[in-house]
Antibody, heavy 119, light 106 residues
Framework: VQLLESGGGLAQPGGSLRLSCAAS????????VSWVRQTPGKGLDWVST????????SYADSVKGRFTISRDNSKNTLSLQMNSLRVEDTAVYYC?????????????WGRGTLVTVSS | DTQMTQSPSTLSASVGDRVTITCRAS??????LAWYQQKPGKAPKLLIY???SLQSGVPSRFSGSGSGTEFTLTISSLQPDDFATYYC????????FGQGTKVEIK
């Protein structure tokens, strides 16, 4: 199983970024996938989850209305569109595979991509 | 929202020690709890899911127990590779992580 994130970088407050995750080594369309972030030197925060078929999405209150999760099962890719970015969105963003079709614990994690929001 | 509280925040121990970390949920989460290990600069690694099921490939010195609101992660005999930070996570309602427990060398 491999999960490879891309798209991180520097953005200004109020700006946008789009993260992508390329998945391989498992039947992508069978499992939910999620984004989890970690502020440098601090703990873990769940961001969003999308079900295996892409029909159900959920978001942390801190990103609801600003971030949009999506997946393309034909291309084995997961995306996170981040709009109206805030300084407090600065973190390493991990793409994670969940153990079930609707979520659960996360058995595989990518290496992460750093998002920095600063003026 | 379900809050997760881990204790202690830091734990100093020696190789061979039995180590126990506690995680408390602000409301019942049945057995929908996982434990992860994270080393500096690396992604977290799943150790335990559904409160007491050992993830494939994880050494048997790791074990989990509990249900409802109180859970424990036990390392039966601490090994040099086990010095790391450990997080609990509930997935009963959305997901919430505990604040982490750093296991340090005594």
């Amino acid at each position: 199983v491999q999960l490879l994130e891309s798209g991180g970088g520097l953005a200004q407050p109020g700006g946008s970024l789009r993260l992508s995750c390329a998945a391989s080594g498992f039947t992508f369309s069978t499992y939910a996938v999620s984004w989890v972030r970690q502020t440098p030197g601090k703990g873990l925060d769940w961001v969003s989850t999308i079900s295996a078929a892409g029909t159900t999405t959920s978001y942390a209150d801190s990103v609801k209305g600003r971030f949009t999760i999506s997946r393309d099962n034909s291309k084995n890719t997961l995306s996170l569109q981040m709009n109206s970015l805030r300084v407090e969105d600065t973190a390493v963003y991990y793409c994670v595979k969940d153990r079930g079709p609707y979520g659960g614990s996360s058995d595989y994690w990518g290496r992460g991509t750093l998002v920095t929001v600063s003026s | 929202d379900t809050q997760m509280t881990q204790s202690p925040s830091t734990l100093s121990a020696s190789v061979g020690d039995r180590v126990t970390i506690t995680c408390r949920a602000s409301q019942s989460i049945s057995s929908w709890l996982a434990w992860y290990q994270q080393k500096p600069g690396k992604a977290p690694k799943l150790l335990i899911y559904d409160a007491s099921s050992l993830q494939s490939g994880v050494p048997s010195r790791f074990s989990g127990s509990g249900s409802g609101t109180e859970f424990t992660l036990t390392i039966s005999s601490l090994q040099p590779d086990d010095f790391a930070t450990y997080y609990c996570q509930q997935y009963n309602s959305y997901r919430t992580f505990g604040q982490g427990t750093k296991v340090e060398i005594k």
